[in-house]
Nanobody
Framework: VQLQASGGGLVQAGGSLRLSCAAS????????MGWFRQAPGKEREFVTV????????DYADSVKGRFTISRDNAKSTVYLQMNSLKPEDTAVYYC??????????????????WGQGTQVTVSS
């Protein structure tokens, strides 16, 4: 499975960005999809996840109410809509996929494939 993330950039605090992650190499609807982020000097942390059929989502407390994950199985793409961005959201954002049947948790070890990351910078 290959994952290609895009959509990052520089935005002012309070602004919005939408990240996309296109998948190839495996039937997309068989994959649970997640987003993680990693700020300089910090560990990679869970942001959000969506199950294979889009029926269930979960969010880190730090992004609840501001970020929304969605997927389009016909386009083999998962999205992360980020609103009300804060400087502390600055990080490299990674999309990840899990091929195992059970839904993933919040650990990086729960995922089997990773994209290359896209930089999000929020200025104050």
């Amino acid at each position: 499975v290959q994952l290609q993330a895009s959509g990052g950039g520089l935005v002012q605090a309070g602004g919005s960005l939408r990240l996309s992650c296109a998948a190839s190499g495996r039937t997309f609807s068989s994959l649970h999809m997640g987003w993680f982020r990693q700020a300089p000097g910090k560990e990679r942390e869970f942001v959000t996840v969506i199950t294979r059929n889009g029926g269930s989502t979960d969010y880190a407390d730090s992004v609840k109410g501001r970020f929304t994950i969605s997927r389009d199985n016909a386009k083999s793409t998962v999205y992360l809509q980020m609103n009300s961005l804060k400087p502390e959201d600055t990080a490299v954002y990674y999309c990840a996929a899990r091929r195992r049947l059970t839904a993933p948790g919040t650990s990086v070890d729960d995922y089997d494939y990773w994209g290359q990351g896209t930089q999000v910078t929020v200025s104050s």
